[in-house]
Nanobody, 118 residues
Framework: QVQLVQSGGGLVQAGGSLGLSCAAS????????MGWYRQAPGKERQLVAL??????TYAESVKGRFTMSADNAKNTMILQMNNLKPEDTAVYYC?????????????WGQGTQVTVSS
């Protein structure tokens, strides 16, 4: 069982920056995939960034503004968000997949509110 605990987020004006952290209860190297999703009110959860091995895929809407990284020493995933826009307002979730034999286990953080004012 893997636990993901999020921190960060909050309220920022358009054009500002925020960082989100997601601390894992296991070594990040034991997680096969990691990423971030978000869900705006009345909308479906959508992918923000996903790490598959050495590659990171970003949603078109955040490319060039958001950066996903990892602090292996702290077993923490980080999402740095710059030049934020009101449409980035959503609850953000970190996500991880651990593949054990033939089974994939998915884990989610508790969610963090990000609000961008215009």
């Amino acid at each position: 069982q893997v636990q993901l605990v999020q921190s960060g987020g909050g309220l920022v004006q358009a054009g500002g920056s925020l960082g989100l952290s997601c601390a894992a209860s296991v070594r990040i190297s034991r997680l096969n995939h990691m990423g971030w999703y978000r869900q705006a009110p009345g909308k479906e959860r959508q992918l923000v960034a996903l790490s598959l091995g050495e590659d990171i895929t970003y949603a078109e809407s955040v490319k060039g503004r958001f950066t996903m990284s990892a602090d292996n020493a702290k077993n923490t995933m980080i999402l740095q968000m710059n030049n934020l826009k009101p449409e980035d307002t959503a609850v953000y979730y970190c996500y991880a997949v651990q593949i054990t034999g033939p089974r994939n286990y998915e884990y989610w953080g508790q969610g963090t509110q990000v609000t961008v004012s215009s």
